[in-house]
């Protein structure tokens, strides 16, 4: 790779910012969250100083400021394929494949996010990306009307797929195409007060389901959410009311704990904004629409494969304890439920690491004196090495269609058929996604590789190539 070409990481920095600054400006409540999120994590550091240790050890704390993750939807294979064209400028990568038809939400979805934890710690910026499932509207006309709308639009302009081929030509793009393509790139995300579609038109979508109005509605996949991480997101669950933000009912994902785990999410509700509709000879109506909303995310320990399920164990008994989705009338009892079927997971580190069921990263203490020929397990406990909690990066099918289905509105729910098909995902998509734990484990595996090639090297023995 050339010198002169500009580091993906830094390119998706570029980007975040931009994100942000374009969100602030959109949505003014985004940035009263913003505030508050920074108010709770200074309080949440000041009074747990172990928890910001924690932090500092790891470097998670120079990315807290500047976490984010936002979503979009979008309609075709072919708007799919060239984001992940874009996102790939940018070292963006599909992880996970979700499906969220079961929830009644006609999509499927992946993350664009970075996969190493160097890149991840330099702009953990990550992408909700939903592909509409046409084929799950079971009105045929409809279906095809909407097809058809799909077809006529461009979502990139043309500079910013001029741009994405170039770096894939190139293998990188020089710092003013950089900067260039992070402009081009951004038109895709922005919000349109005007339709594509007349007002007729776009309640007969919005019968059929309120997410099939807003991908098929509108010029582009406006960025729906942008989610800063909080380190307490029970506080600022309690504290949205008092600024005048009216939050979800319900935290999504699992209880509060004293050690964190994979992902909670709360929101406040979707904004009503209004739109400019065509019509015939030029007419056009004036209706609203509701879409974007603000997120906020508490991010735990990743969980392995045996931690997932025990998780999606514990949240069924949960859920099938109460009757209908967690809501504003339930909601007390909702996550009393939730602690009391969640006693039974492990709520500490020494436990979940023992029983396998996080991932961790190994560091060096400093100690010396290590027997080269020992085995990890006993370098830990000599304290020669120490294991620190994996920050999960990905997303959870339940917690995502939750969010939406509150953003949505009680009349959005739909009865679909478990209709899972990561192999069509995947042919829009133009390829395959990465296997989110195997990802985890990968980076387990290089953090103590390194700590045993470097307590090999403290000794003065052969470093294993």
């Known amino acids: 790779m050339s010198q002169n070409f500009v580091n993906p990481d830094q390119i998706r920095a570029w980007f975040s910012r931009a994100m942000s600054d374009m969100y602030k400006s959109e949505v003014p409540l985004y940035d009263t969250l913003l505030d508050l999120v920074a108010q709770v994590n200074a309080q949440t550091l000041a009074a747990q100083p172990e928890l910001a240790a924690q932090l500092a050890r790891t470097g998670e704390i120079e990315r807290l400021d500047i976490e984010r993750h936002g979503a979009i939807r979008v309609g075709t294979a072919q708007e799919l394929s060239n984001m992940r064209r874009v996102f790939a400028v940018m070292g963006m990568q599909p992880v996970g494949y979700y499906d969220l038809s079961p929830a009644g939400v006609p999509v499927h979805s992946t993350a664009f996010r970075a996969t190493h934890e160097a890149s991840l710690q330099a702009s953990p910026f990550r992408v909700f990306t939903s592909l509409l499932r046409l084929e799950l509207i079971d009105d045929e006309a409809l279906r095809e009307k909407a097809a058809r709308i799909l077809a006529a639009r461009r979502i990139f302009t043309e500079r910013a797929l001029e741009l994405a081929a170039r770096h894939e030509t190139q293998g990188g793009l020089i710092e003013a195409d950089a900067r260039e393509f992070v402009a081009e790139a951004l038109h895709t995300f922005r919000w349109h007060s005007e339709a594509t579609v007349s007002l007729d038109d776009y309640q007969e979508l919005h019968g059929q389901h309120r997410l099939i109005a807003d991908v098929v509605a509108f010029k582009g996949p406006h960025i729906n959410h942008l989610t800063p991480r909080t380190l307490d997101i029970d506080e600022v669950q309690a504290e949205m009311p008092r600024r005048g933000v009216s939050a979800k009912a319900v935290i999504e994902g699992p209880p509060p704990r004293k050690c964190p785990i994979l992902l909670r999410q709360t929101s406040f509700k979707a904004l009503e904004e209004a739109v400019r509709f065509t019509g015939a000879d030029g007419q056009s109506a004036v209706g609203s629409h509701t879409a974007r909303f603000g997120e906020i995310e508490q991010r735990g320990v990743a969980l392995t494969r045996k931690g997932r399920a025990l998780y999606d164990q514990l949240l069924d008994l949960a859920r099938s304890r109460i ?10 009892a909702y996550m009393q439920n939730l602690q009391d079927c969640f006693a039974a997971f492990p709520d500490d580190y ?33 304290g020669y090495i120490r294991f620190e909690p994996l920050v999960y990066e990905d997303f959870l099918p339940v917690s995502a269609a939750g969010i939406f289905q509150s953003n949505l509105g009680d009349k959005a729910q739909a009865e679909y ?32 590789a390194a700590c045993m090639q470097g307590l090999a090297a403290q000794a003065g023995s052969p470093v294993a190539a």
């Open 323 to 332: 009757s209908g989705a967690p809501n504003e009338g339930n909601a007390a």
């Open 417 to 448: 058929a478990l209709n899972a098909s990561q192999e069509a995902f995947e042919q829009a998509l133009g390829a395959s996604v990465q296997d989110e734990l195997a990802l985890y484990q990968d980076t387990q595996d290089r953090s103590l």
């Open 350 to 382: 020494e436990q979940l690491h023992a029983e396998g069921l996080a991932y961790f990263r190994y560091f060096l203490t400093g100690k010396e004196g290590a027997d080269p020929e020992a085995s990890a397990q006993a370098l830990i406990a000599e």
